[in-house]
């Protein structure tokens, strides 16, 4: 009888070893101060679906089982050589995941993926990403429209992903010459270890929740604009030289009661001269906030611009929370920056900022 329950023990043990342990993503607590920490802080709130409750259905559905994969080689030997006849075998109302596996090389191809395709995933080889370049301009399809890829269906993901917008750049204050490189449009989009290259609306964060971890950005004027709420987690937002002034940010806030706004954690503001303001302001709501930022010698002192509108200086939240570098000093700012407390900042230090218990999963491992 005694070695027959040691034996029931040994069994249920073994069993409880190899069944998935079920979590509860923590949304509230905030990202670490030293940046070594992160990774572990990410990975212990934001793990595979099979190890979580919480998520939304639909997308615990689609997560069920192994994701279909499309390969994609420009030169052959994949089951498509575009991007967009891939996108196109996805069927409408698709449930499941597709991974679209990309190998490395230029794709000099404009493409959509529209809200009647949500699940998808683009995923390029870390050691050789894929570019996908693009020259269209807002006088030739209008602003929205002239991103080289627009995603505007939800629960998308991309991993290793060059998303490039190759227009010339434009002169200060010419009419026309925004060229994005990305639009997300869709709602609980995630990107990790991608690059946007562009000059001015690099980046259209459109609308949704958004999360960037990684990744590299680099542009001239509102190179992040648009009304999502996103994190962006260290992620390097670069100011090319060139202009007597750049512009970050343009957070499109239209009012009190929109939930929207764009936090930066740890990452970096990269570039030279003092010539770059953190943010300007589009809409008289525009929420913008930097975290444990290292900001070179590029910001300017001033920090922030009202954009001649005075009148948006009691309503627009741009913040400021223990950053370092050069261009970090908060002597010089504006009268209206805000320089944030500890609990001020970790509204938007915690996960929860985007609701990331409901949706956000790290990248898969192909």
């Known amino acids: 009888m005694g070695r027959n329950i040691v034996f029931l023990e040994a069994m249920v043990f073994s069993v409880l070893l190899i069944m998935p342990l079920i979590v509860m993503a923590d949304d509230n607590v905030p990202a670490p101060a030293d940046l070594a920490k992160v990774e572990t802080w990410f990975s212990q709130n934001v793990q595979p679906s099979a190890s979580r409750k919480g998520l939304d259905a639909a997308l615990a559905k689609a997560e069920t089982g192994r994701a279909k994969i499309i390969n994609v080689n420009g030169a052959g030997g994949g089951d498509f050589k575009t991007l967009t006849d891939a996108v196109k075998s996805i069927p409408d109302g698709n ?3 597709v991974v679209i596996k990309i190998a490395p090389g230029k794709y000099n191809e404009r493409v959509k993926i529209p809200t009647t395709k949500p699940f998808v995933t683009l995923y390029g080889d870390p050691k050789d990403r894929p570019s996908f370049l693009g020259s269209g301009t807002a006088a030739q399809f209008g602003t929205l429209d002239s991103a080289t890829v627009i995603i505007e ?3 998308f993901m991309a991993v290793n992903i060059v998303f490039v917008n190759t227009a010339p750049r434009p002169a200060m204050g010419q009419k026309g010459g925004q060229a994005e490189a990305l639009r997300i449009s869709g709602d609980k989009a995630a990107f990790y270890s991608c690059r946007f290259i562009g000059f001015q609306d690099t980046i259209c964060d459109d609308k949704g929740l958004h999360f960037f971890k990684d990744c590299y950005i680099e542009g001239t004027v509102d190179f992040i604009f648009g009304n999502g709420k ?3 987690l260290n992620v390097e937002t670069h100011v090319i030289p060139g202009d007597p002034v750049a512009f970050i940010t343009a957070q499109a ?13 740890h990452g970096k503001v990269t570039g030279t001269g003092k010539t770059a303001f953190l943010g300007r302001t589009w809409m008289p ?5 930097f975290s444990y930022t290292d900001m070179s010698d590029v910001v300017h002192p001033e920090g922030w611009s ?3 509108m005075p009148e948006s200086d009691k309503t627009v939240l741009f913040g400021e929370f223990n950053c370092k570098g050069a261009g970090s000093n908060l002597a010089g700012r504006i009268s209206y920056t805000k320089k944030l407390t500890e609990a001020e900042a970790k509204p938007y230090l915690s996960l929860g900022y985007i609701k990331a218990s409901t949706w956000l999963l790290p990248p898969p491992k192909l």
């Open 230 to 232: 996103s994190i962006y």
């Open 306 to 308: 009202d954009n001649k």
């Open 153 to 155: 269906s939800d629960y």
């Open 95 to 97: 449930t499941n995941r």
């Open 285 to 289: 709501y525009g929420i913008v906030v």
């Open 253 to 265: 806030r239209h009012n009190a009661n929109e939930d929207t706004g764009y936090s930066f954690i």
